[in-house]
Structures are given as structure tokens and as C-alpha cells.
């Protein structure tokens, strides 16, 4: 249990902490992620975009979204081909933590592409996918 708080926080932090676009970033393909089952439209989702080597540190790029009619979206533009994952959570008082009841379990929702949610913390094999040459449009569900 203490190791998903410990992951869960971890992402989170990485998450808040957005990066500028790097070099990298500037000449690539786009990325549209939707999640579609919010419980509420209170607060945003916020959206992290890692590579392997960065997963749950420091995102290459980070979004938020409003949620509206339990929907959010957002666009990673630029990415260049590679393998990503992306993790998100629904930020549903806008205090910019995930918030955790008293035993540790999560508050607030979260997923990560591909929607194969592990018992522990989130791993990039289970999350990853391609960006080959054509814009890529992913659902995300909590």
C-alpha cells in the first residue's frame, strides 16, 4: 500500500510541475487524449506524456482540461515518433494533489493509456504505445 501512495505521489508532483517543449518536441505528431467517464465536471484533469526513460519523474509535457459533460480532452502537439505513456487524474477540487482517504486509497480518479490499471503503481510497459507517422487520437478511462 505504501509503495502505490509513494508512486501515486510521485506522479502527481511530476505531473503539476510542467516542461517546456524541449528541442525534441518541435517537429512531430499529435496526440489528442480524451478520458470520457469523470464522475463529475467539478475541477480538471490533468495529463502527463512520458517516455520510457522519464515515466513518473519528469513529464516530457503536461496538460490540463476542463471537464465538461464528464469529458475532458486534450492535445500533446509535436511528439516526435517513439513509445509514450501517459497518466492522468481528475483534480476534482482544483488543489493540484491527488487526494488520498485515510488508508491510502486514491480520492480522486486516474488512469493511464491503454486502461490496464495494475494492483501497485503504474508501470510503462502496460501503458506504452507508438507514435509512428499519423496523429494519434486515445481514450482514457478511469
Known amino acids: 500500500m505504501q509503495q502505490v501512495i509513494l508512486a501515486l505521489a510521485l506522479l502527481i508532483s511530476s505531473i503539476i510541475f510542467a516542461q517546456i517543449p524541449t528541442e525534441?518536441?518541435?517537429n512531430g505528431i499529435s496526440i489528442t487524449v480524451s478520458t470520457v467517464n469523470a464522475l463529475s465536471d467539478n475541477g480538471n484533469v490533468k495529463f502527463a506524456l512520458y517516455d520510457k526513460e522519464n515515466f513518473m519523474k519528469?513529464?516530457?509535457?503536461?496538460?490540463?482540461?476542463?471537464?465538461?459533460?464528464?469529458?475532458?480532452?486534450?492535445?500533446?502537439?509535436?511528439?516526435?515518433?517513439?513509445?509514450?505513456?501517459?497518466?492522468?487524474?481528475?483534480?476534482?477540487?482544483?488543489n493540484n494533489l491527488m487526494d488520498f482517504e485515510e488508508n491510502g486509497m486514491p480520492k480522486e480518479s486516474y488512469?493511464?493509456?491503454?486502461?490496464?490499471?495494475?494492483?501497485?503503481?503504474?508501470?510503462?510497459?502496460?501503458?506504452?504505445?507508438?507514435?509512428?507517422s499519423n496523429a494519434l487520437i486515445l481514450e482514457i478511462k478511469f
Open 58 to 94: 519528469q513529464p516530457i509535457d503536461s496538460k490540463f482540461s476542463s471537464v465538461e459533460n464528464r469529458k475532458s480532452t486534450v492535445v500533446f502537439e509535436n511528439v516526435p515518433q517513439g513509445n509514450y505513456a501517459i497518466i492522468c487524474f481528475h483534480d476534482e477540487n482544483n
Open 24 to 26: 525534441k518536441q518541435k
Open 111 to 132: 488512469g493511464l493509456s491503454n486502461n490496464k490499471m495494475n494492483f501497485g503503481p503504474p508501470e510503462f510497459e502496460s501503458a506504452k504505445f507508438e507514435v509512428k
